[in-house]
Structure formats: structure tokens, C-alpha cells
Antibody, heavy 120, light 112 residues
Framework: QLQLQESGPGLVKPSETLSLTCTVS??????????WGWIRQPPGKGLEWIGS???????YYNPSLKSRVTISVDTSKNQFSLKLSSVTAADTAVYYC????????????WGQGTLVTVSS | QSVLTQPPSVSGAPGQRVTISCTGS?????????VHWYQQLPGTAPKLLIY???NRPSGVPDRFSGSKSGTSASLAISGLQAEDEADYYC????????????FGGGTKLTVL
């Protein structure tokens, strides 16, 4: 079974870029069997899909975040990454990386989540 | 405002059956896209509970069941147990939002 682990700074200053990485173990990130996504959860609030990337490299982003989001894959490290630019306090959240079997959008595997706080 | 609407809270006594609704529209659930359900225990990552409207991943008890009709879906939990107290989220896909995955706002289940 796949295991996912988020990593990155826990504190980001307003207007800067949030960068997180998800390391995948137990399977290949370039496999056509999965697609990879980022989901966030502000403190005390619900889940918000940020975006996803397929093994082909195709990306899909939440329209409300699209202008600020980039998701990419590093096959040499079996990782995928999230960059969110021009952050504000509203971007403070627990960020999860997740995977879904290809052909489904059901997120079966999740990382444990990492809290990112936007503050000066 | 979430694209998918869930009741903020539901409650039930141990042993009872509760249902959680997830209401969408013609561009998501009503368009035939699958609904998935997640359980989130306090302080933990969400766990997939139901996929493809009514299928349970390996290890999920058959006390949990899902259904879909028209523009809505439901999660039913029978034989309620104390450990079922958690937040529950539905998820689908919306064709009007550039290929977006959409979540419901979440429902807090309290076991009385």
C-alpha cells in the first residue's frame, strides 16, 4: 500500500510562496495506476481541494486558486510538489497530499498532513 | 459556500441508525458523477469510507453504506458506536468548474 508524507516549512510570510513536497513510498509516482492531489483544511473548517496531477503530467486546479497554484512531479525522487504564491493568512491550513486510483477520484491514501501558518 | 451541501451536524444514540445527506446539482451528482465519503477523526487525516457511491474499501465495516439518487447522495451508519463520532465529508466532481473535485462542507456526527 502506498504511503505519503508531506514536508516543508511550517511558517510562511504573507506575500511569499508556500512550497510543500509529498514523498511517495510503496509505489512509483510515474505509474499510470494513480493520480496525485493536494487538499487543505483551514483550522476548524472543512476540506478544500487544491489541485491534482496525473501520471501524464496533466494538471487540474481549483478555479479559486488556479492563478496561484503549481503542482509538479519529480519522478527521480518519487515526489510531487505544491507551490502556492502570494499567500495570505487565509491560506493558513493543514495541507494534505493524497492519491487516487487512476479512473477514480476517490482519495484512498493520504499523508498525515502538515500545518502551514501564514504570518509575519 | 460548498458546492455540495451537507447538514452541519447529526446525532444518534449507540445502536441507532443515522443518515447524512449530500445535496448537489445537475453539474455534479445529478450529472452522474460518483460520490465518495470520508471519515475524519479528530486530529487525523480523512479516511476513505465509501467510493463510487456505494462501495466500501477493504477494512471498512458493513455498518457503513452509501447510496445516490438524482442530485443527492446519502451515507448511512447503522449500529452506531462511540468510535463513529467524527466529521464526515462527501466528495464528487463538478463539470462546470473546469474539472474540479468538490467537497461537501462536512457533517459532525455526535454519538449521544
Amino acid at each position: 500500500q502506498l504511503q505519503l508524507q508531506e514536508s516543508g516549512p511550517g511558517l510562511v510570510k504573507p506575500s511569499e510562496t508556500l512550497s510543500l513536497t509529498c514523498t511517495v513510498s510503496g509505489g512509483s509516482i510515474s505509474s499510470s495506476s494513480y493520480y496525485w492531489g493536494w487538499i487543505r483544511q483551514p483550522p476548524g473548517k472543512g476540506l478544500e481541494w487544491i489541485g491534482s496531477i496525473y501520471y501524464s503530467g496533466s494538471t487540474y486546479y481549483n478555479p479559486s486558486l488556479k492563478s496561484r497554484v503549481t503542482i509538479s512531479v519529480d519522478t527521480s525522487k518519487n515526489q510531487f510538489s505544491l507551490k502556492l504564491s502570494s499567500v495570505t493568512a487565509a491560506d493558513t491550513a493543514v495541507y494534505y497530499c493524497a492519491e487516487a486510483p487512476s479512473g477514480s477520484r476517490a482519495h484512498l491514501g493520504w499523508g498525515q498532513g502538515t500545518l502551514v501558518t501564514v504570518s509575519s | 459556500q460548498s458546492v455540495l451541501t451537507q447538514p452541519p451536524s447529526v446525532s444518534g444514540a449507540p445502536g441507532q441508525r443515522v443518515t447524512i445527506s449530500c445535496t448537489g446539482s445537475s453539474s455534479n451528482i445529478g450529472a452522474g458523477y460518483d460520490v465518495h465519503w470520508y471519515q475524519q477523526l479528530p486530529g487525523t487525516a480523512p479516511k476513505l469510507l465509501i467510493y463510487g457511491n456505494s462501495n466500501r474499501p477493504s477494512g471498512v465495516p458493513d455498518r457503513f453504506s452509501g447510496s445516490k439518487s438524482g442530485t443527492s447522495a446519502s451515507l448511512a451508519i447503522s449500529g452506531l458506536q462511540a468510535e463513529d463520532e467524527a466529521d464526515y465529508y462527501c466528495q464528487s466532481y463538478d463539470s462546470s468548474l473546469s474539472g474540479s473535485v468538490v467537497f461537501g462542507g462536512g457533517t459532525k456526527l455526535t454519538v449521544l
